[in-house]
């Protein structure tokens, strides 16, 4: 019986060795960095990381000027009209924040235009990995 039990932990530990030997490590940063196709998605990408900061920094500055003329004329402004000067401040800060999600949060403009360029080159790199595998 003890021959028998120590047979099986060792025919075990042998199926454990020979199943742990299927794993390998493949560097895909290493693979795609060396694809002339990747490094120019990831300069389009760039571009329009660039273009879509650029735009909502444009309205931030705006916004932040009209912030600068409502606090100088805060002072001479009616109930009425500092009301109405907040809702547009909020409003356009609103806008800013929204288009910010927009091409930049989850499942932003970014994200979408990173699928378009970068998935069927990290699919192709899938794929060859799979004929290997």
């Known amino acids: 019986m003890k021959k028998l039990t120590t047979l099986l932990s060792l025919l075990l530990i042998s199926g454990l060795f020979a199943h742990a030997q299927r794993y390998a490590i493949i560097d895909t940063r290493y693979i795609l960095s060396k694809l002339p196709e990747y490094s120019d998605a990831q300069k ?30 805060k002072v001479m402004l009616s109930e ?35 699928q378009e360029l970068v998935k069927p080159i990290q699919d192709k790199v899938y794929n060859a990995v799979q004929k290997l595998a």
């Open 80 to 114: 009425e009209l500092l009301k109405k000067r907040e809702d547009d401040l909020f409003n356009k800060e609103k806008e800013v924040r929204d288009l910010q999600k927009k091409r930049f949060g989850f499942e932003g403009d970014l994200f979408k235009k990173r």
């Open 44 to 73: 389009k990408l760039d571009a329009f990381s660039l273009q879509w900061q650029k735009e909502i920094d444009d309205k931030q500055a705006a916004l932040d000027q009209l912030y600068r003329n409502y606090e100088a004329e």
